[in-house]
């Protein structure tokens, strides 16, 4: 089972920053929190992963609370492009990858 | 560099029939997962192989099978097929860290 909980589904303006919250408060210490995204009917992609510090890339930021017992992913200026189902993951090295119901992302015009 | 390359793009057996996908990784990747993605659902784990053996299995029947060249590519084998087994089947592959996945076989069961 999914070790994550997210909401069913969010909408965000364009241009907007979107900011998908995920609840992981059984995380054990060398698990790592991943976020990848699906758009439809295509293989998911990675988008970002962190283990404790906050971290950023050309996608996305992710801001990992401080007892790591939640996250936010943060896509800072929201396109139609990336309307899609976002995917976050707890996973220790050697384990594989458990996804869960995701967050569907509407992004509007 | 390549991606993770699936195929067949789509294929269409009939009940009771075998399908074989294939999957080649990125080049390195010593790791291949296999996942299911039926209509609308969420994406179940199916098979983990890396170094050639299989590491971890999901929660599917025997007639779920694969395994991994040396080369590192991958033959995921489905018989005896049923109209439920009607999905997109995802491969990954991985250095250890994050997946990356290919764009999936579209098995349809008539």
């Known amino acids: 089972d999914a070790k994550t909980t997210q909401p069913t589904s969010m909408d965000c303006a364009e241009g907007r920053a979107a900011n998908l919250p995920c609840n992981h408060s059984?995380?054990?210490?060398?698990?790592?929190v991943y976020w990848y995204r699906q758009i439809h009917s295509q293989g998911p992609q990675y988008i970002i992963h962190g283990l404790k510090n906050n971290e950023t890339n050309e996608m996305a930021s992710l801001i990992i609370t401080e007892d790591r017992k939640s996250s936010t992913l943060i896509l800072p200026h929201a396109t139609l492009r990336d309307t899609a189902v976002y995917y976050c993951i707890v996973r220790a090295l050697g384990q594989n990858f458990v996804f869960g119901p995701g967050t569907r992302l509407s992004v509007l015009p | 560099e390549a991606g993770v390359t699936q195929s067949p793009t789509h294929l269409i057996k009939t009940r009771g029939q075998q399908a074989t996908l294939r999957c080649s990784p990125i080049s390195g990747h010593t790791s291949v997962y296999w996942y299911q993605q039926a209509l609308g659902l969420g994406l179940q784990f199916l098979l983990w192989y890396d170094e050639g053996e299989e590491r971890n299995r999901g929660n599917f029947p025997p007639r779920f099978s694969g395994r991994q060249f040396p080369n590192y590519s991958s033959e995921l084998n489905v018989n005896a097929l049923e109209l439920e087994d009607s999905a997109l089947y995802l491969c990954a592959s991985s250095l250890g860290r994050g997946y990356t996945f290919g764009s999936g076989t579209r098995l349809t069961v008539v």
């Open positions: 059984t995380i054990s210490g060398n698990e790592y």
